[in-house]
Nanobody, 114 residues
Framework: VQLVESGGGLVQPGESLRLSCVAS????????MRWYRQAPGKERELVAR????????NYADSVKGRFTISRDNAKSTVYLQMNSLKPEDTAVYYC????????WGQGTQVTVSS
């Protein structure tokens, strides 16, 4: 099983980023896919999740209205579109697959700073 994240970087407040996570080694279309993040000195927190068919999504209150999770089952890829980024969004973002075994990517750094 592999989950490979990409798309992180350094941006200014108010800008956007799109994270991608390409999955392999399991049946992607039936997995619940989730994005977590972990800021320095803080616990890892769930940011967003999307059910296999893509019709049901859930978000942390802190990102509602700014972040959008989506998936392309044909490409075995899950995305996290992040708009109106704030300094408090700075963290390592991790892709997670629940199959119901838990699989994790290596993480991608997102830094929001002026």
């Amino acid at each position: 099983v592999q989950l490979v994240e990409s798309g992180g970087g350094l941006v200014q407040p108010g800008e956007s980023l799109r994270l991608s996570c390409v999955a392999s080694g399991f049946t992607f279309s039936s997995a619940v896919m989730r994005w977590y993040r972990q800021a320095p000195g803080k616990e890892r927190e769930l940011v967003a999740r999307i059910i296999g068919g893509g019709g049901t999504t859930n978000y942390a209150d802190s990102v509602k209205g700014r972040f959008t999770i989506s998936r392309d089952n044909a490409k075995s890829t899950v995305y996290l579109q992040m708009n109106s980024l704030k300094p408090e969004d700075t963290a390592v973002y991790y892709c997670n697959a629940f199959t119901p075994f838990d699989y994790w990517g290596q993480g991608t750094q997102v830094t929001v700073s002026s």
